[in-house]
Nanobody
Framework: QVQLVESGGGLVQAGVSLRLSCAAS????????MGWFRQAPGKEREFVAA????????YYAPSGKGRFTISRPYATNTVYLQMNILEPGDTAVYYC????????????????WGQGTQVTVSS
């Protein structure tokens, strides 16, 4: 089982960048595909991005394509979400997730969730 802890959230102005981190513990981290989701107040949790175990294949939701980048540097137990040109509509709690492959993660078929980190974008 893998445990996930997110960090890097905060209150920022529209137009700036923010990088979220997800630190994983557990020896099997490299076996997992990883993903990011977000949940705004009163809305369902939605998919943001996913990456396979090697870092070579990525998927993005239309809302973040071109602005967000998911990555997992080799030999680190960390996955990142670089978010550029933030908009007020990006305000949400962002969650890290682990699953067997990125398509499963994209479908919310995950094996572990982090507790989330708040991102608030002011206009």
């Amino acid at each position: 089982q893998v445990q996930l802890v997110e960090s890097g959230g905060g209150l920022v102005q529209a137009g700036v960048s923010l990088r979220l981190s997800c630190a994983a513990s557990g020896r099997t981290f490299n076996n997992y595909a990883m993903g990011w989701f977000r949940q705004a107040p009163g809305k369902e949790r939605e998919f943001v991005a996913a990456i396979d175990w090697s870092g070579g294949t990525t998927y993005y939701a239309p809302s973040g394509k071109g602005r967000f980048t998911i990555s997992r540097p080799y030999a680190t137990n960390t996955v990142y979400l670089q978010m550029n040109i933030l908009e007020p509509g990006d305000t949400a709690v962002y969650y890290c997730a682990a699953g067997r492959d990125p398509i499963a993660v994209r479908s919310r078929d995950v094996e572990a969730w982090g507790q989330g980190t708040q991102v608030t974008v002011s206009s």
